[in-house]
């Protein structure tokens, strides 16, 4: 059987790896917003991405 690659997860889910698109996608559908306000918030809490810190934030 091979993977399905549309439901992709991220392998670590307390990071949001900014520079995969897919993974962008991911969590713009999981938090329930655009993929530019992932990126803002990622800004606000730079220094680790945590996805923990990004839900907070969000």
């Not at 329930?32 to 839900?55: D, L, N, P, Q």
């Amino acid at each position: 059987m091979s993977d399905d690659l549309s439901k992709r997860k991220p392998q670590d889910a307390s990071k949001i790896n900014m520079h995969e698109n897919w993974e962008l996608e991911y969590w713009s559908k999981e938090l329930g917003v655009s993929k530019e306000k992932i990126r803002e918030a990622v800004k606000v809490v730079v220094a680790s991405a945590a996805a923990a810190a990004v839900k907070r934030y969000l």
